[in-house]
C-alpha cells in the first residue's frame, strides 16, 4: 500500500544535541512539506521541496535544516540552534501540479521532546 | 485573520449526540481536507473535498466552494470521536503551485 511514514512516533533528545526526523514516502509525490505543531496553535510551515535536490524556507525555517536528494525521502534536522524544539512535526507530500491533482497525505507525525 | 479558520475551538458534547464542526476558508482551493488527531499526537486524514459531499461511517463532510465553507458532522457519537479535528485546505497559490494551509483545529470531547 502507498503511504507516507514518519519515524519514530516519540522522539527525546537533550538539549544542543541535532536529531533528524524520517519522512518517507511511496506515492511519487514531488511535494513534500514539514510542518511543526505547538499546544492551542495551528500547524506551520517549516520547509517545503517541490522537485530532488530542491528545497524552500516556510514561515519558521530558523533553527532547521532539510535535504532532498531522493524523491522518497524528507529528512528534517532540528538543531541547536532552534530555541524551542519541543514540539510535533507532521509531513505530507502531495502532487505539485498546480491544482489539478489536490491529494495530499500526511504522515502519523512525530513528537520530539527536548529535554 | 488566518486563511482557513474552524468553529467552534472547543466542543464537549454527551454520547449520542449529532456533531458538527465548521471550517472557513479565505483563499482560493483545489481541495479541502479534514484530519483528526488523537491524544498521541497521531494524524488520520479522514476526507479530501472538492467538492459536495463525502460520508464514511458515522462521519460527514460536506463543502461549499461558492461560500468557501465546509463542515464535519458526526453522526450518534462516541467517546472514541474525542479528539482535534482539523480542517486543512489545498490553496492555489500565485505560482500556481499548492500550497497547504492548516486550521487550529476544533478540540471534541464526547461525554459517556
Known amino acids: 500500500d502507498g503511504g507516507i511514514t514518519q519515524s519514530p512516533k516519540y522522539l527525546f533528545r537533550k538539549e544542543g544535541q541535532n536529531v533528524t526526523l524520517s519522512c518517507e514516502q511511496n506515492?511519487?509525490?514531488?511535494?513534500m512539506y514539514w510542518y511543526r505543531q505547538d499546544p492551542g496553535q495551528g500547524l506551520r510551515l517549516i520547509y517545503y521541496?517541490?522537485?530532488?535536490?530542491?528545497?524552500q524556507k516556510g514561515d519558521i525555517a530558523e533553527g532547521y535544516s532539510v535535504s532532498r536528494e531522493k524523491k522518497e525521502s524528507f529528512p528534517l534536522t532540528v538543531t541547536s540552534a532552534q530555541k524551542n524544539p519541543t514540539a510535533f512535526y507532521l509531513c505530507?507530500?502531495?502532487?505539485?501540479?498546480?491544482?489539478?491533482?489536490?491529494?495530499?497525505?500526511f504522515g502519523q507525525g512525530t513528537r520530539l521532546t527536548v529535554v | 485573520k488566518n486563511e482557513v479558520e474552524q468553529s467552534p475551538q472547543n466542543l464537549t458534547a454527551q454520547e449520542g449526540e449529532f456533531i458538527t464542526i465548521n471550517c472557513s476558508y479565505s483563499?482560493?482551493?483545489?481541495?479541502l481536507h479534514w484530519l483528526q488527531q488523537h491524544p498521541g499526537g497521531g494524524i488520520v486524514s479522514l476526507f479530501m473535498?472538492?467538492?459536495g459531499k463525502k460520508k464514511h461511517g458515522r462521519l460527514i463532510a460536506t463543502i461549499n466552494i461558492q461560500e468557501k465553507h465546509s463542515s464535519l458532522h458526526i453522526t450518534a457519537s462516541h467517546p472514541r470521536d474525542s479528539a482535534v479535528y482539523i480542517c486543512?485546505?489545498?490553496?492555489?497559490?500565485?505560482?500556481?503551485?499548492?500550497?497547504?494551509?492548516f486550521g487550529t483545529g476544533t478540540r471534541l470531547t464526547i461525554i459517556p
Open positions: 505530507a507530500s502531495s502532487f505539485w501540479t498546480g491544482g489539478a491533482k489536490p491529494e495530499a497525505f
Open positions: 506515492l511519487n509525490h514531488d511535494a
Open positions: 521541496s517541490q522537485i530532488v535536490n530542491d528545497f
Open positions: 483563499v482560493g482551493i483545489s481541495a
Open positions: 473535498l472538492s467538492s
Open positions: 486543512a485546505v489545498t490553496a492555489i497559490s500565485n505560482f500556481g503551485n499548492e500550497k497547504l494551509t
